[in-house]
């Protein structure tokens, strides 16, 4: 049974800080491309950041270029999200995602977590 658990949100300032975290069991992770993605109240879900089984040539969305930097640690079969200089519309319920290979080529697989809510106060 595959399993995708965020953890790690919460309400913060805009300029703070949160580091979103993604446990995964169920599938041998460091065979997997991850990734993370939001979706705001009243709008479709968003690509936010991903990064292939390797480790490597990791990629962002534009609105989180430069402010958000995604990692994994194929030891503990996790893969993070370090998000800093959040803003107000960075609200969002934040999932993570297995891809279907080692690399985004595959395309995304159908397992999601559960999601953890980031709130960005003004």
């Known amino acids: 049974q595959v399993q995708l658990v965020e953890s790690g949100g919460g309400l913060v300032q805009a300029g703070g800080s949160l580091r979103l975290s993604c446990a995964a069991s169920?599938?041998?992770?460091?065979?997997?491309?991850m990734g993370w993605f939001r979706q705001a109240p009243g709008k479709e879900r968003e690509f936010v950041a991903r990064?292939?089984?390797?480790?490597?040539?990791?990629s962002y969305a534009n609105s989180v270029k430069g402010r958000f930097t995604i990692s994994r640690d194929n030891a503990k079969n996790t893969v993070y999200l370090q998000m800093n200089s959040l803003k107000p519309e960075d609200t969002a319920v934040y999932y993570c995602?297995?891809?279907?290979?080692?690399?985004?080529?595959?395309?995304?697989?159908?397992?999601w977590g559960q999601g953890t809510q980031v709130t960005v106060s003004s």
């Open positions: 169920g599938r041998t992770f460091r065979q997997y491309a």
């Open positions: 990064i292939p089984a390797s480790g490597g040539s990791t």
């Open positions: 995602a297995f891809y279907r290979g080692s690399t985004y080529y595959s395309g995304l697989s159908d397992y």
